[in-house]
């Protein structure tokens, strides 16, 4: 599986983007699916994870209410909507698929595949 991740960029503080990560391969629909985040000098962070099925969704308590994890099965993508933006939600965003787990989990070793990761940098 290969992950590419997209839609990050500059914006002012209160802005939106959205994320996407396009996955090749056919068995998309059977990974559980995580955005995590890095900023400079810290730890990769789980910020949201969405299961297989696409029925439950989790997110890191300083995202809730701003930031939703959806994804789209019959275009193998997954989507990030940040809406709100705050200058610490300046980081590298990474999505990420686990092929054995269909439920998300925040834990970055369940996880057997990474995009390349996309900047996103708020500014106040």
């Known amino acids: 599986v290969q992950l590419q991740a997209s839609g990050g960029g500059l914006v002012q503080a209160g802005g939106s983007l959205r994320l996407s990560c396009a996955a090749s391969?056919?068995?998309?629909?059977?990974?559980?699916m995580g955005w995590f985040r890095q900023a400079p000098g810290k730890e990769r962070e789980f910020v949201a994870g969405?299961?297989?099925?696409?029925?439950?969704?989790y997110y890191v308590a300083s995202v809730k209410g701003r930031f939703t994890i959806s994804r789209d099965n019959a275009k193998n993508t997954v989507y990030l909507q940040m809406n709100s933006l705050k200058p610490e939600d300046t980081a590298v965003y990474y999505c990420a698929a686990s092929q054995w787990k269909t439920i998300a989990t925040r834990t970055a070793t369940d996880y057997d595949y990474w995009g390349q990761g996309t900047l996103v940098t708020v500014s106040s």
């Open positions: 969405a299961s297989a099925s696409d029925v439950s969704a």
């Open positions: 391969g056919r068995t998309f629909s059977r990974y559980a």
